[in-house]
């Protein structure tokens, strides 16, 4: 069964910084392109920063020198560093791969 679960959201300050993950099962990562998403309340799903097969990395402009995607093929979970967020970044963050979505992992960035 293909599975991916995100953990590691949770309420932060302004400022702050949060590390998500997104553990596979029944794939392995690091053979696709794994992207990560958000949404935030009354507004549609965007994407935030993916990594592809071969390495490469795209970050949405807005997020680029405060988002870094990464993967680690032992554990087969990539992640999302956050840093400097800002309360605009609060919503659900779900991660994809191979047209398979995670539940979400709620992220709340508020003083």
């Known amino acids: 069964q293909l599975q991916l679960v995100e953990s590691g959201g949770g309420v932060v300050q302004p400022g702050g910084s949060l590390k998500l993950s997104c553990e596979a099962s029944?794939?392995?990562?690091?053979?696709?392109?794994i992207g990560w998403f958000r949404q935030a309340p009354g507004k549609e799903r965007a994407a935030v920063s993916c990594?592809?097969?071969?390495?490469?990395?795209f970050t949405a402009r807005s997020k680029k020198g405060r988002f870094t995607i990464s993967r680690d093929n032992v554990k087969n979970t990539v992640y999302l560093q956050m840093n400097d967020l800002k309360p605009e970044d609060t919503a659900v963050y779900y991660c994809?791969?191979?047209?398979?979505w995670g539940q979400g992992t709620q992220v709340t960035v508020s003083s």
């Open positions: 029944g794939f392995s990562l690091d053979d696709y392109s």
């Open positions: 990594l592809h097969k071969g390495g490469s990395t």
């Open positions: 994809e791969g191979l047209g398979v």
